[in-house]
T-cell receptor, first 114, second 111 residues
Framework: KAGVTQTPRYLIKTRGQQVTLSCSPISGHRSVSWYQQTPGQGLQFLFEYFSETQRNKGNFPGRFSGRQFSNSRSEMNVSTLELGDSALYLC?????????????FGPGTRLTVT | GENVEQHPSTLSVQEGDSAVIKCTYSDSASNYFPWYKQELGKGPQLIIDIRSNVGEKKDQRIAVTLNKTAKHFSLHITETQPEDSAVYFCAARGGADGLTFGKGTHLIIQP
């Protein structure tokens, strides 16, 4: 069974621009969660989507948003990029919502903001 | 919200020896505790997990213990091998939130 895939793997953007990252979960998985990983803050939860609905959200500004499609694929968007948004963005998929199943991570998208 | 502390930040052991990484959590409602291994350039890989109704779980050379009263859980790796070198993260989850991660332990296996 194929794992979680994320595209693109690397991205360079300029301050003020916006960016969209994509995640395809493991086949059959309906929950997709997004995390930001930085050297200073570590791994931080952004939000979770299940059945096309955002189920919970971490402590990030409204510039960070996401959505999920009917095939469970998910996208996250960051608007008005700041230098501090440079990070590895990880997507994790799970069979069920919230605490009911294990989360499996993709390889991440490395975003660099200049 | 949940807070997870992880120690040590760096651990160096001789090949063949055991390694132990410890985590504490703050939210007594947390009921799921996974451990992830992350190698350079890759996403975290789930290696073992434990739920709050279990005190210990083992999978070959890897074991995890959970003490709910003290709110701490530990990862034990026996007979360490060079391929065990990586960054290890503990995490906790309870209620409606996503996983809360520790800051990570860089495990170095010395030949």
């Amino acid at each position: 069974k194929a794992g979680v895939t994320q595209t693109p793997r690397y991205l360079i953007k300029t301050r003020g621009q916006q960016v969209t990252l994509s995640c395809s979960p493991i086949s059959g998985h309906r929950s997709v969660s997004w995390y930001q990983q930085t050297p200073g803050q570590g791994l931080q939860f952004l939000f979770e989507y299940f059945s096309e609905t955002q189920r919970n959200k971490g402590n990030f500004p409204g510039r960070f948003s996401g959505r999920q499609f009917s095939n469970s694929r998910s996208e996250m968007n960051v608007s008005t990029l700041e230098l501090g948004d440079s990070a590895l963005y990880l997507c994790a998929s799970s069979l069920a919502q919230r605490g009911a199943g294990e989360q499996y991570f993709g390889p991440g998208t490395r975003l660099t903001v200049t | 919200g949940e807070n997870v502390e992880q120690h040590p930040s760096t651990l160096s052991v001789q090949e063949g020896d055991s390694a132990v990484i410890k985590c504490t959590y703050s939210d007594s409602a947390s009921n799921y505790f996974p451990w992830y291994k992350q190698e350079l350039g890759k996403g975290p890989q789930l290696i073992i997990d434990i739920r709050s109704n279990v005190g210990e779980k083992k999978d070959q050379r890897i074991a995890v213990t959970l003490n709910k009263t003290a709110k701490h859980f530990s990862l034990h790796i026996t007979e360490t091998q060079p391929e065990d070198s990586a960054v290890y993260f503990c995490a906790a989850r309870g209620g409606a939130d996503g996983l809360t991660f520790g800051k990570g332990t860089h495990l170095i296996i010395q030949p």
